[in-house]
């Protein structure tokens, strides 16, 4: 399984909207609709953001929202805030129990 | 609250066995409802899932790593551990145990993570 692709960097202004594409095949991202976002801010453990492509746990805010279309996920923030600068990892199941991760991607608030 | 806490060496000499311990707390391993996981991440690089393991012993791993890895899980300690053989300077990462719901694909619940630095 190779890595699902993401952009290296994103970036917004306060109160902006972002998107963060995640890229797979129809063996991972395609065929399944278990793909989850975590936020890893510096130094830190990574955060549970979405799962099954769209669901958020409690407590995640709704500004928080992903979807997906084909073989590509997508993680949207909106009404940004300085303390969205983090880094964002998708994550999808690939078939016989096997997750597979994203690059990442790095959102810098300006 | 449940929280998961890694332990194990954080220096690891090249060609030997990484050995790392995820103790569960506030919760039983042994619930059907989960696995148990190991994911890394190497310095300044994204993240990568290694395995899991259900608490009956059955195991997934990823298939880049299978050759290398044995996860295992000790019911009596609320315990599951993670052995990587013949590392490399690769192998150098923070190294997370976390939970994920059986019939699901995501990590709900991580350990803070511990730093393995494989060096000579």
Redo the contacts between chains.
């Keep these: 399984q190779s890595a699902l692709t993401q952009p290296r960097s994103v970036s917004g202004s306060p109160g902006q909207s972002v998107t963060i594409s995640c890229t797979g095949t129809s063996s991972d991202v395609g065929a399944y609709n278990f793909v989850s976002w975590y936020q890893q801010h510096p130094g830190k453990v990574p955060k549970l953001l979405i799962s099954d492509v769209s669901k958020r746990p409690s407590g995640v805010p709704d500004r928080f929202s992903g979807s997906k279309s084909g073989n590509t996920a997508s993680l949207t923030i909106s009404g940004l805030q300085a303390d969205d600068e983090a880094d964002y990892y998708c994550c999808s199941y690939a078939g016989n129990s096997i997750l597979v991760f994203g690059g990442g991607t790095k959102l810098t608030v300006l | 609250q449940l929280q998961l806490q890694e332990s194990g060496p954080g220096l690891v000499k090249p060609s030997e066995t990484l050995s790392l311990t995820c103790t569960v707390s506030g919760g039983s391993i042994s619930s059907s409802s989960y696995y148990w996981g190991w994911?890394r991440q190497p310095p300044g690089?994204?993240?990568?899932?290694i395995g899991?393991i259900f608490y009956s012993g059955s195991t997934?791993y990823?298939?880049?790593l299978k050759s290398r890895v044995t996860i295992s899980v000790e019911t009596s300690k609320n315990q599951f551990s993670l052995k990587l053989s013949s590392v490399t300077a690769a192998d150098t990462a923070v190294y997370?145990c976390a939970r994920r719901r059986s019939y699901?694909?995501?990590?709900?619940v991580?350990?803070?993570?511990t730093t393995v630095t494989v060096s000579s």
Excluded at chain 2, 45 to 49: M, N, V
Excluded at chain 2, 104 to 108: G, N, P, R, S, V
């Design positions: 994911i690089k994204g993240l990568e899932w899991n997934h990823n298939p880049s997370y699901f694909y995501y990590m709900d991580w350990g803070k993570g």
